[in-house]
């Protein structure tokens, strides 16, 4: 049996905690909280710019689906779920590339290590 190289365990560390990580995370929510302001024509034909209203944005299915946030005190919440979906993407983008280093090892211990000076077919 081989032994493992020196950097696995640090690697399986690093791996064990952004599954830590993952774990801890709770309430995400995919998209945008943006403002939205409305330009309003009147009768008199003057124009007034109305807002901000916060608004909720998203794709599904290749589409932009937006919901107006009416409660004030749900900006901060969504913001929040917001921040929190981010760190979900980028401790899941970390712990893939720590899987293919150690897959990298894995797949350097089945594969035998060729001999210097190429091939070793003989002519």
């Known amino acids: 049996m081989k032994t493992a190289p020196a950097n696995y365990p640090n690697l399986e560390q690093q791996?064990?905690?952004?599954?830590?990580?993952?774990?801890?995370?709770?309430?995400?929510?995919r998209g945008s909280l943006t403002e939205q302001f409305l330009t309003v024509k009147h009768a008199d034909g003057s124009?007034?710019?109305?807002?901000?209203?916060?608004?909720?944005?998203?794709?599904?299915?290749?589409?932009?689906?937006?919901?107006?946030?009416?409660d004030p005190a749900l900006v901060p919440v969504y913001r929040?779920?917001?921040?929190?979906?981010?760190?979900f993407e980028s401790v899941v983008e970390q712990l893939v590339r720590v899987g293919e280093q150690l897959g990298d090892l894995a797949v350097a211990e089945v594969v035998p290590k060729k001999t210097p000076g190429g091939t070793g077919a003989k002519r």
């Open 15 to 29: 791996r064990q905690g952004l599954l830590r990580r993952l774990a801890d995370l709770r309430e995400l929510r």
């Open 47 to 70: 124009k007034v710019r109305r807002g901000p209203y916060p608004l909720l944005t998203r794709k599904e299915a290749q589409k932009t689906v937006s919901l107006r946030v009416t």
């Open 80 to 87: 929040q779920q917001i921040r929190t979906m981010r760190e």
